[in-house]
């Protein structure tokens, strides 16, 4: 559960992390994350800056996660396993941001102390074009509120952009609005001003943003779903 960056030219492998362990998974998804946040069958998480000379990834403690033992029923042969598995009103696993040079040396940790107090998951991170800035999804437990931030790739105090509260909750909206992306990323003009889904009217449209997270406009509108954007003139 540790990460490596091999150069392909000299055959030469770097550690990025060193703590990885059991219940420490590097970038790498656990349980929760992988079936509840990022979707059935994806468990990498890291995420190459662009212009490839660093990876932001999460740090995942499965540490406070109680165990929850099953059987699987499917071979005829029957076997038990044991999953890190918060049931509800148990701990959720911990997890953190960290930012690594691909030349290895220390890494760099967003400052999330603005959310120390609660229990919230990190719902999607993401590279601004410059590469200097990663932005990340913060949720509560229960979704009923939604932040966009954004911090300085060498570490730091973030700055939250658009917070989205709802009386009931507040999805991802994780459709890919970009083909080229893998999750709901802000997709960056060129201009500096970036485009996000949402669906706080009851349908999923999209909104454009000054960089500071000032709400330009609503670009799409109407009782239909907003769910693939093919271009941007």
Wanted: charged share 25%; proline share 5%; aromatic share 10%.
């Amino acid at each position: 559960n540790n990460q490596f960056v091999l150069d392909l030219a000299t055959e030469r492998e770097t550690p990025l992390t060193t703590d990885g362990a059991p219940k420490v998974l590097n970038g790498r998804l656990d349980w929760v994350y992988e079936e509840e946040i990022f979707g059935r069958g994806t468990n990498r998480a890291y995420w190459w800056s662009p212009d490839s000379s660093r990876l932001a990834f999460l740090r995942i403690d499965d540490t406070p996660v109680a165990g929850f033992t099953v059987v699987d029923h499917i071979p005829y042969e029957q076997t038990v396993e044991t999953w890190e598995y918060p049931r509800a009103g148990e701990a959720n696993p911990t997890a953190r941001i960290g930012v690594a040079r691909v030349t290895g040396g220390a890494v760099q940790w967003i400052d999330m102390q603005k959310y120390a107090s609660g229990d919230h998951l990190i719902m999607s991170v993401s590279w601004a074009p410059d590469s200097q800035r990663v932005l990340y999804v913060v949720q509560n437990r229960t979704q009923t509120w939604l932040d966009l931030n954004m911090s300085k790739a060498a570490g730091g105090e973030g700055q939250t952009l658009l917070r989205e509260t709802s009386q009931t909750w507040v999805g991802l909206d994780d459709r890919c609005i970009d083909p080229s992306c893998g999750t709901a990323d802000p997709v960056w003009l060129k201009d500096g001003s970036f485009l996000r889904l949402s669906s706080r009217t009851g349908w999923p449209h999209l909104y454009r943003y000054q960089a500071d997270g000032t709400l330009i406009k609503q670009i799409t509108d109407g009782t239909w779903e907003l769910r693939v954007l093919h271009g941007v003139d």
